[in-house]
C-alpha cells in the first residue's frame, strides 16, 4: 500500500468517520482512481472507524507548513 498527495486528496470529502467499507464504496461512487480503491482494500479490516485521512495514512500534511513553501518569497 502505498498513498500520494494526489491519492489521499480524494478521501477529503469523504463522509468522515467511516469504515473501511464505507470508504471503499465512496471512491468507488466518486471516480477515484483504481491506485485508492486497492490501498483502501488492503487496509487490515477489523472493523474500526476512522476519523480522518490521517487514520489511514499518517503522514498526510494538513497545512501549507507541510509544503516547506515560504510565500514571503514571493
Known sequence: M???LELATKLEDA???A???ELIDYAVRSG???EVIENLQEIEDEGDTYE???DIW????RN???F???EDEY
Do not use: R
Not at 58 to 61: G, L, Q, S, V
Open 68 to 70: 516547506f513553501f515560504d
Open 52 to 54: 480522518s485521512i490521517e
Open 15 to 17: 463522509p468522515w468517520p
Open 32 to 34: 477515484a482512481p483504481l
Open 64 to 66: 501549507d507548513e507541510d
Open 2 to 4: 502505498y498513498w500520494t
Open 58 to 61: 499518517e503522514d498526510y500534511p
Open 19 to 21: 469504515t473501511k467499507d
